[in-house]
């Protein structure tokens, strides 16, 4: 038996022990993974849970709809209710909690199935205020328990033939874009996709993020795709500028891609 095998049989036999069981999709390719293993582990025994909203790329939730359909899961979208709350609202540096405990919380009042989570070990490496919030709700994590990382889903992926999630670039939501304190608006989190669609299509980056910031409009880019930028991206930087016009701090700014460059940890009055 491979590690891979040994690997994807224990996260089957975790999964086993939480049927009847509820994951929670954001569209991305850990959950997305854990979905379609669990689907075709658990079978009736286990739904899906999609939560809608300004923060979610329309792209995830075409994606999500796109597998349920092609898997025949049982599929429920929803409102979490996050835009309505203003702990939320307000970006403090522990959002995510606030995110976290909004969604477990719809959905634990929807379904008495055993919460799933696609976190994965490396994510336990990180500050995440949003495995506070899942703990209180005793929400599962197969990955961490069948001791699972990030590269490991990614290569169970596309073992599974899954080829377009195992290459998904990572993508959190898009109220991480804005900076910690400044007020979370569904407006400018259109503008934030909008934004990072224009410049994947026109640059083709490894990676993109679009920011707001205190000072203005941020469009951060890998290495490569900085490096790419030239007077031929005129049009680009004026579809930019048209699309911030009523931003304050004037048009996009590009600099080089800084992970989680807009969280400010020390923010922690909101």
């Known amino acids: 038996m491979t590690e891979l095998s040994a690997r994807l049989a224990a996260l089957e036999d975790v ?139 990614r290569a169970l992926a596309a073992s599974l033939g899954l080829h377009d999630l195992a290459e998904l670039p990572a993508a959190p939501c898009l109220s991480s874009r804005v900076e910690t304190g400044l007020a979370i608006q569904p407006g400018q989190l259109r503008l934030i996709d909008q934004a990072e669609q224009l410049v994947r299509a026109s640059l083709k980056p490894e990676t993109v993020r679009c920011r707001i910031r205190a000072d203005g409009v941020v469009i951060e880019l890998d290495d490569s795709a900085l490096a790419r930028l030239s007077d031929a991206d005129d049009q680009l930087t004026a579809q930019l500028a048209a699309l911030f016009a009523h931003e304050a701090g004037g048009p996009p700014r590009f600099a080089p891609y800084r992970r989680g460059s807009a969280f400010l940890r020390d923010r922690l009055d909101g």
């Open 15 to 153: 999964l086993a022990a939480c049927a009847p069981a509820a994951v929670a999709l954001s569209g991305g390719v850990d959950s997305m993974t854990l979905a379609v293993i669990a689907g075709r582990c658990l079978g009736s025994d286990v739904a899906m849970y999609h939560a809608v909203s300004a923060a979610v790329p329309p792209a995830a939730t075409a994606r999500v709809r796109a597998y349920a359909e092609r898997c025949g899961w049982q599929l429920i979208l929803l409102d979490a209710g996050e835009f309505s709350d203003p702990n939320y609202l307000a970006n403090p540096a522990n959002r995510c909690f606030f995110c976290k405990a909004n969604l477990y919380g719809t959905l634990a009042a929807q379904s008495d199935a055993q919460l799933l989570s696609g976190t994965n070990l490396d994510d336990l490496g990180d500050w995440r205020p949003g495995l506070e919030a899942a703990k209180r709700h005793a929400v599962r994590h197969p990955f961490v328990e069948a001791g699972i990382a990030k590269a490991t889903v």
